[in-house]
């Protein structure tokens, strides 16, 4: 009994080293993978998130506050900036590679959960935004006009969360400059900026 | 035999007039709570959190309350949240009609044969109150969380904090009015 013990404790003991050994290797590769992709000169850059401008359209302020929201908690999620910081923090003065996200509401349609669940076909709720971020300076460095809708289920609200996923995923897939170069250096000229519209 | 046809006619209308009195009483009973709720000012609130609280769920249920300078929100059993009301830069009233029965409710109406479950649709929304806030954070950060209360519930907690020292800009009442205009225009 004692023998056999003692062969099963020695196998278990020598299946714990082998994956031991078997899974850093992956893991650093994980990284270095990660690490060598496009993502690797933003993870440097911090943003802050300005309010949101409602322009001319007549936006409710509770969608205003939850664009605001919505838009921070998914651009953290992405990782991809060192810092996420809100409007008027005053820590951002002393953040050296700051890049500033403002977005301005173009469309708005207020749709209604109600016609939606009795139609299905109509009484969308649907938002437009134009995303842009800023240098320090003010030069635009990237810009997007993205959607976010509510067709189906869901409140109204809703939209407003599916946007920020929206322009964080636009952020996240596209190409910053290095924050090496000081962020006034870093702008690109207005022509070079490329409008995407995510539907 | 007079005599008791006379005692069976005045029978009845004494019993109706008992059965008014009672009435009458019970109405009066019944209205003076109603009236001695509407005086006192609200400070616990059942409402649902939307968004905005950094450690409270999306969409919790829970207590909102002021104590002392601070507005709190208390999920059942969790840590209680909680904002300084003179850090409250603006606040905001809106209204919004939505479903009732969340998931359960729309997978049930889903199920329903010929369509039943539209014409159940058509029925079953009830019309909330949203209060938005506006406050800054100890380095000057600004915040925002919204939190849907039961109608008529909202203004009543923002003049509670208004008293208590909130700030509040003159275009929150006008999207009071926009928004008011949204649900009638949902409604129709």
Known sequence: MKASNRVSLLLVAVAVVTINVAHPPQLSAENAASSSGTNSTAAQWSVQVDKVDPGDVALASSFQIAIYESLLDELSKTKRFKQVLRDGDRNAGDVSDLLILKTTVEKYSAGSETRRAVTTVSGATKLTVRSQLCARDGHIILERTVNGNVRFMGSNLRATHNLARNVAKAIKQSSLPEPSQSASHAAIDSNQVVVVELR | ?188
């Not at chain 2, 008791?4 to 009483?25: A, E």
């Not at chain 2, 109405?27 to 609200?42: D, F, H």
């Not at chain 2, 939307?50 to 059942?76: R, Y």
């Not at chain 2, 909330?128 to 008529?152: C, P, S, W």
Request: with cysteine.
């Open chain 2, 1 to 188: 035999m007079n005599r008791r046809i006379i005692s069976t006619r005045h029978t009845p209308d004494l019993f109706l007039l008992c059965v008014i009195l009672l009435w009458c009483s019970a109405a009066a009973l019944a209205q003076s709570p109603g009236q001695s709720a509407n005086s006192t000012t609200p400070v616990n609130i059942r409402g649902t959190h939307l968004l905005g609280f950094e450690n409270a769920k999306n969409n919790a249920n829970g207590t909102l309350s002021i104590q002392d300078d601070a507005l709190q929100f208390q999920k059942n059993g969790k840590p209680t949240e909680q904002v300084k009301i003179a850090s409250v830069q603006d606040i905001f009233l809106g209204e919004q009609s939505k479903q009732v029965g969340g998931t359960p409710m729309t997978l049930g109406k889903a199920a329903v044969p010929f369509g039943g479950g539209r014409v159940v649709s058509l029925f079953a929304h009830k019309k909330y109150d949203t209060l938005a806030l506006e406050y800054v954070d100890t380095n000057g950060g600004m915040h925002g969380a919204i939190f849907q209360l039961n109608k008529g519930q909202a203004e009543a907690l923002r003049n509670e904090l208004v008293a208590k020292g909130a700030h509040v800009s003159e275009s929150a009442s006008e999207s009071l009015k926009q928004s008011n205009a949204e649900v009638s225009s949902e409604s129709k």
